[in-house]
Nanobody, 126 residues
C-alpha cells in the first residue's frame, strides 16, 4: 500500500507559479513511477506529467510542456510539480499518482495508476 498526500495548491494570477508536492509513505517509494493528473470541472481527468523511479525519464502533456517540470526526491519520498506561466485553463484539481508501470504507460493512460492522492485545488485567475 502507498499513501499519497498532495499539498501546495492555491489561487494564483495568470502568469504566476506554484509548486505542488506529493509526499508518499508505505511501500518503497523508489520502486514507483510517479505522476500528476488533473481534472477540471465538467471534464475528464487528464495526464499532466510522469517521472520514472530514478528521475531519469520524464513525460509531459503537450499542454504543459515548457511550463511545468516534474521532479522527485527519493530520500524525502516526495514528488514535485513546478508550474510556471500558469493559465486560467490550468485550473483544476491536481492529483498525484503512483504505479509500478513505466512512465510511458502512465502518460498514455493505458491503465489507471494503482495509488492516488486526495487532490489539491489549483485556481488560476485571469
Amino acid at each position: 500500500q502507498v499513501q499519497l498526500v498532495e499539498s501546495g495548491g492555491g489561487l494564483v494570477q495568470a502568469g504566476g507559479s506554484l509548486r505542488l508536492s506529493c509526499a508518499a509513505s508505505g511501500r518503497t517509494f523508489n520502486d514507483y513511477t510517479m505522476g500528476w493528473f488533473r481534472q477540471a470541472p465538467g471534464k475528464e481527468r487528464e495526464f499532466v506529467a510522469a517521472i520514472s523511479w530514478s528521475g531519469g525519464r520524464t513525460y509531459y502533456a503537450d499542454s504543459v510542456k515548457g511550463r511545468f517540470a516534474i521532479s522527485r526526491d527519493n530520500v524525502k519520498n516526495t514528488v514535485y510539480l513546478q508550474m510556471n506561466s500558469l493559465k486560467p485553463e490550468d485550473t483544476a484539481v491536481y492529483y498525484c499518482a503512483a504505479d509500478l508501470a513505466p512512465p510511458a504507460t502512465m502518460s498514455g493512460m493505458a491503465r489507471e495508476p494503482k495509488y492516488w492522492g486526495q487532490g489539491t485545488q489549483v485556481t488560476v485567475s485571469s
